[in-house]
């Protein structure tokens, strides 16, 4: 895989983290832990890391995702030198209390939102707050701390819209089974006239995204007329009552369609569908299935590769592979054979990789040029996977594709079809 020069993030940040470790002397253990760890973390991202640290942290510190969010540099200089464990990476604390991530980031969060009265709080603060919750909650290995810091993101999340003047409103989706899972409906701020519904697309993150990191990708549908429904992957964000399990990969997806079905805003015959990374296994399973669906695209999807070769998860990044494997409600470290499980979850494995087509729904298959994680064999057996299919790369390498140019491809391949 091509490498590339590493970002330095040369912030007060740093300056920080360094003077909160000065005077330690790494151990050979943990300067090799440390130096892996960045390895994997930087053939994760096709040779690119946003951080000259991120070689003390299990994390992936993905901080223009979180400035995005609302997350402000100072909140950066505050918590992460609060961050500190013995271990040979900084955030790998599991008792939660002062010096673990979710404890600290939360205890952030409550400070900034107690700033201002709720009468008084702006779209921005708002943001800002949600984004400090989200973060709090990362990666959603599912602990009832995190679980609660991302109920508290959806919740600040929601009034951030709405004080922007967006439809913007938390959803309950039936399960077949029973029971529903949580979605976020985002709508036009001009509604359809009465004899209209509106067309609809179903988003979903991968493994460690949840449904509140959407909001900029998915305002450019509403704001051309689209409704937008996010939610999470099973067994990831607040989504963790379904597992990822080989035949019930697409409940999720089924819940959204069926409350779209029974919505008197939203079109049933106007549907697509997008899901990244560790969602693309429910996305094509989901879109076999329903063959009514006008537009789906993959991006960037998990659908064989580490899953028949099981072997190479040792070179992903450990946070990644953990919360792979938590999706499945199972705890990798403890695994002593993790192809088990992941070898059932393949579409090649269920016969779907045989070149010949399994559905007929538009489907567009995109990712970088050379993913560790979907590889371009993988991407092109999915795209066979359908008799409508284009398949189209972006960047040179790295996990998914990013940019301007992807996402206009994506937003023209959905908008021309559904």
Known sequence: ???????????PLFAALAACMGGIQPTALQSKAS??????????????????????????LRLSDWKALGVTES?????????????????????????????EWTRHAEKVASQQPPSAQTAALLQRVSGLYLTASYPNLLSDHEQAALRNAVDYYVKAGLNMGQRIAVIDMPLSQGGSIKGLLHLPRQL???????????WTGGVDKTLVEHFQSA???????????????????LNRALKVSPGTEAEAHNAALAYVKNSTLLNEKRVAALSSSGGGLSLMEFTVATPELK???????????????????????????????ARQGLTYKGLDNPGRYTIPLSLKTK????????????????????????????????????????????GEAGHCPEGAEAENKIYRFITERI
């Open 1 to 11: 895989m091509k490498r590339t020069q590493r970002l330095l993030l040369l912030t």
């Open 35 to 60: 130096d892996t760890n960045l390895q994997q973390h930087e053939e994760f991202r096709g040779g690119e890391v946003e951080s000259s640290d991120q070689e003390h942290w299990y994390r992936e």
């Open 75 to 103: 909140d950066f200089d505050t918590v992460l030198p609060r961050i500190n464990s013995s271990s040979p990476l900084r955030d790998t604390i599991t008792v939660y209390g002062p010096g673990h991530w979710t404890y």
């Open 192 to 202: 359809a006239e009465n004899d209209k519904k509106l067309p609809v697309i179903l």
């Open 219 to 237: 305002k450019k549908y509403t704001d051309t007329g689209y409704a937008v429904i996010t939610f999470d992957i099973p067994g990831g964000g």
């Open 295 to 325: 537009a789906v695209v993959a991006r960037c999807a998990l659908v064989d590769g580490v899953l028949t070769q099981p072997e190479k998860l040792q070179y992903l990044p450990a946070m990644s592979v953990d919360s792979f494997f």
């Open 351 to 394: 016969g779907y990789f045989d070149g010949k087509p399994h559905t007929s729904v538009p489907l567009l298959v995109i990712n970088t040029k050379d993913d560790p994680v979907a590889s371009p064999k993988d991407m092109r057996a999915t795209a066979a996977m359908s008799s409508d299919s284009e398949i189209a790369f972006f």
